[in-house]
């Protein structure tokens, strides 16, 4: 199957484990020289990249087969026993126009092997190269989330540490359409900060929900450590998008969330995701204005040459392009939507989403 053009996907898994060793590289030892310096000694080396899992159901020899790939070069391919599980999930990924990728860890080393004598009977030495690759790869159930991304617009928190959510038991009906044969699947979930009366005083709960529906939540504690992040993204208009694993049966079902928490979000997320929070030099930025003196009255600075600032915009919506077919209200294309061949393309430059009021 062909992957120009594909929009990578991360495969879905915890951390970095489970993995999974790749078989065949002695027959592409070329490809795999080539990720590696030119000069490569006998204790080895080891890379850490990203490799593509591609269903390749026209090979001669195994129907199930899949190629991985590093760099747009083909190193090896998973275990027969292993590629007839993984292919299906694989191959509907490819079909709905996405790449399957996922961290790879490839080791090699280069020795030289005594192969003769020459005329003058010195020896003659011949490089040999020798790798070996595995890539990161859970259960072929856990790779993909069995729901939607969300439609609205988000940001999803990087992978972290496992956090029970509380009050399931509540929320039974809805978790039950997630419960699945293996007894666990990922789904996307996002989190909402709410605000929560108590007999005394109120304080802000992070609401966990799937789908726009309530799932749980999390502990006032704990909660704390994700309402600043969700306040911030929140102020660029987008969700909070978090991994959650729904374990359980028909019976019982319970959700963990698995995300960093504020305070662990490096520089380059923030930066990705909340790109006022930093200047290009990377140091922090605020605009501050200026209060009054103690005493006095406010009086407002002179505005000269500067023009009003607009309110706020209402909302995002999506644009549709001249001799497409009108949109109903507030709708929105999912991640996976393509539009139909049959319509005619953009013009060229089109801006697809525009600022309404």
């Known amino acids: ?205 992070v609401e966990v929900r799937i789908d726009g529906q309530r799932v749980g939540d999390l502990t006032p504690a704990m909660s704390s450590e994700f309402v600043p992040i969700i306040g911030r993204l929140a102020e660029v208009g987008r969700a909070t998008g978090v991994r959650l694993i729904v374990k359980g049966n028909q019976v019982k079902a319970e959700v963990v969330l698995h995300a960093q928490r504020a305070h662990q979000l490096d520089d380059a997320w923030i930066a990705a995701h909340l790109p006022a929070a930093s200047n290009r030099s990377g140091s922090q930025v605020a605009l501050r204005f200026p209060t009054p003196e103690a005493g006095s009255p406010l009086q407002p600075p002179d505005h000269a040459g500067h023009p009003q600032i607009p309110p706020r915009p209402r909302r995002i919506v999506f644009a549709v392009p001249p001799g497409w077919p009108p949109a109903p209200a507030g709708w929105e294309p999912p991640p996976d939507w393509r539009p139909d061949p049959t319509w005619p393309p953009a013009p060229s430059g089109w801006q697809f989403w525009r600022v309404e009021g």
């Not at 898994?13 to 027959?27: A, N, Q, T």
């Not at 292919?87 to 490819?94: D, E, G, I, S």
Request: proline share 7%.
């Open 1 to 205: 199957m062909p992957s120009i053009g594909l929009i990578e996907f991360e495969l879905w898994s915890k951390g970095d484990w489970p993995r999974v060793e790749v078989v065949g590289e002695s027959f592409y030892a070329d490809a795999l020289r080539s990720l590696f310096p030119r000069q490569l000694d006998d204790s080895g080396r080891e890379l850490l990249v990203r490799a593509a899992l591609v269903p390749d159901p026209t090979n001669q020899y195994d129907r199930n087969a899949v190629k991985i790939m590093i760099d747009g070069k083909q190193v090896g391919h998973l275990p027969k026993e292993d590629a007839a599980r993984y292919q299906p999930v694989l191959a509907a990924l490819v079909q709905r126009g996405f790449l399957p990728v996922t961290n790879a860890r490839v080791w090699g080393s280069e020795y030289s092997t005594y192969v003769g004598t020459d005329r003058r009977d010195r020896e003659i030495l011949k490089p040999e190269f020798r790798s070996s690759v595995s890539v990161t790869l859970d259960e072929w159930y856990l790779i993909v989330p069995m729901n939607e991304p969300p439609r609205l617009p988000h940001a999803m928190l990087p992978y972290g540490a496992a956090l029970q959510v509380r009050k399931e038991e509540n929320h039974q009906d809805i978790l039950r359409r997630y419960v699945n044969r293996q007894g666990q699947c990922w789904v996307y979930g996002t989190l909402h900060s709410i605000n929560e009366q108590t007999t005394r005083t109120t304080r802000d709960v």
